[in-house]
């Protein structure tokens, strides 16, 4: 869509629209269309990531981690500001959801 309808000003991302992304399949071989994306954040947050983890979970992280991801590849469409939602169930925690906004400014950094 980007490359058809973009530039874009600015683009914002939260946890559905990633997910009904990163569920996308093939509808010729059923393979996931992002699985080399996922296993790739997969072993960031594992590995060369794993320091910015913080408090969240494992599952929380590679989410984070995918949400960057995505929106790193419509940079190029996009002449304005990219923007990842922090985690909804931190929204009754001021501290939480600026830990949790760092961090992602943080994968985004890296």
Do not use: W
């Not at 990531?49 to 960057?68: D, R, T």
């Not at 002449?79 to 922090?86: E, K, R, Y």
């Not at 931190?90 to 992602?104: D, F, G, H």
């Amino acid at each position: 869509v980007a490359e058809k309808l973009g530039p874009f000003v600015d683009c914002t991302s939260n946890q559905a629209i990633a997910y009904f992304e990163l569920i996308k399949v093939n509808p010729d071989t059923g393979a996931l269309l992002h699985k080399d994306l996922i296993n790739e954040a997969i072993a960031d947050a594992s590995g060369r990531l794993s320091s910015l983890k913080g408090l969240a979970n494992f599952k929380e992280f590679v989410v984070e981690i995918l949400m960057v991801k995505l929106q790193l590849r419509l940079i190029q469409h996009v002449t304005g500001f990219i923007h990842v939602q922090t985690n909804p169930k931190l929204a009754y925690s001021t501290t939480y959801t600026v830990e949790n906004a760092k961090r992602i400014v943080d994968i985004f950094k890296s």
